[in-house]
């Protein structure tokens, strides 16, 4: 069905108030055999509407990996101020890319038979944007199909925005190994010389900002401290960068942020176009974040099939843990009835997972517990569609990219 994210949005902000929201969320899917995943719409709305706030008029590139439901996706499109997928893989891009104008890749790539297609697709090179932090990565396109026989390919610079703190080192993600204003510049001159490549655009992905909540508890103030000190030398690097790429090439687009640094990044005037995704759904990891507060739109649900104990209600299925590293906080997070935790030497199961608190006493085969994921985008690779939920109706359900038959990654 078409998701429309402006039809209904009113100022109602239901999840506020944990036993109607869930009570209400039970009651649409009460019908449906589990394991259920549901999509609020109202919670949706909220979200896409509070980041164009938080966006300030800056484009929103959407990240398709932090969504993975094509519906989904659109809907958000549709909305002025969001402009472009971030797609993750080629083969995902070149699907998207059959019903969207322009795809940028974040991430490189060494799919051959995925390259092979892009270039010898007019329309595809036309639409999709590759990521390079290398030229091994042209040589490679090279090796697939020379120059003179294929389609210009489109190139983007995933240059390195990580923190090299003195005293401390490198803060943040391994991602490219260009860093420095002369080294991106030096790179962005060897892709020019090439032919067969037009470099359009520039990515920075500032993950120890974007990516690190700053209200998760103790630490907060070393948090804070750190991000301060990193946006201020990024904010100063940047500028440099695009203004040595812009006497290179001509860019279409510099592309930084995510949806923990949207104000932020918003704010840096090299910036043309900032990405976010995992903000439309927010998994429980994007709670610990002073700046905003997202309304808890994507969820699932689990049967209870046990209680070993009283005080322990046991649901099948459960261990659907999201990337990063191996930390409590990746774990899905029972929010509903209120008080579960997961068992410490036990933690979410692939087949089963057990809870224990006072109202797991109150739990009988058959009752249902509500989970949020910790990210976004990798609970869909655990279901084929997202039911719709409006207030306490099932309204349709959205195919997520496995129900579509796809599994990129």
Do not use: C
Not at 183 to 189: I, K, P
Not at 362 to 381: C, I, M, N, P, Q
């Amino acid at each position: 069905m078409t998701i429309d994210l402006l039809a209904g949005a009113d100022s109602a902000t239901p999840w506020t108030d944990p036993a109607a929201y869930w009570t209400s969320m039970g009651h649409a899917v009460e019908g449906l055999s589990g394991p259920v995943a549901a999509l609020n719409l109202a919670a949706l709305r909220y979200n896409a509407l509070d980041m164009l706030v938080r966006a300030a008029g800056v484009p929103i590139r959407v990240a398709s990996k932090s969504v993975r439901v094509r519906e989904v996706i659109d809907a958000a499109l549709a909305l002025p101020g969001y402009s472009g997928i971030l797609a993750f893989t080629l083969p995902e891009a070149l699907w998207l890319a059959e019903d969207h104008a322009d795809v940028v890749i974040g991430y490189p790539t060494a799919d051959r038979a995925a390259l092979a297609r892009l270039a010898t697709d007019e329309r595809a090179a036309a639409r999709v944007t590759l990521m390079v932090d290398d030229l091994s990565q042209l040589d490679l396109v090279d090796a697939v199909a020379a120059p003179a026989t294929r389609e210009t390919i489109r190139v983007a610079i995933d240059a390195d925005a990580s923190w090299r703190a003195p005293g401390l080192g490198h803060i943040g993600v391994r991602r490219s190994p260009v860093h420095e204003p002369g080294e991106v510049a030096s790179l962005a001159r060897a892709i020019a010389a090439r032919p067969g490549f037009r470099l359009v655009g520039l990515m920075m992905y500032e993950a120890q900002i974007a990516g690190q909540g700053d209200a998760t508890g103790a630490g907060d103030g070393v948090i804070r401290w750190m991000q301060r000190r990193s946006a201020q030398e990024l904010l100063d690097r940047r500028a440099a960068i695009v203004s040595g790429l812009r006497d290179i090439a001509a860019l279409e687009f510099v592309n930084a942020g995510g949806t923990g640094s949207l104000e932020l990044t918003a704010s840096d005037l090299a910036v043309t176009e900032l990405t976010a995704g995992s903000g439309l759904m927010a998994g429980h990891l994007f709670d610990g974040y002073r700046a905003f507060d997202p309304a808890p739109a994507a969820a699932f649900a689990l049967e209870v099939v046990r209680k070993p104990i009283p005080e322990i209600a046991t649901v099948l299925g459960g261990g659907w843990i999201a990337s990063g590293p191996p930390l409590a906080s990746r774990q899905p997070l029972p929010v509903w009835p209120a008080g579960l935790a997961t068992l410490p030497r036990e933690g979410a199961g692939e087949v089963q997972t057990p809870l224990r608190g006072e109202s797991a006493r109150t739990l009988t085969a058959g009752d249902r517990v509500w989970f949020r994921h910790a990210k976004s985008g990798e609970l869909a690779e655990r279901v084929d569609r997202y039911h719709l939920v409006e207030g306490e109706r099932l309204i349709g359900d959205a195919a997520t990219y496995r129900g579509e038959g796809k599994t990129f990654l």
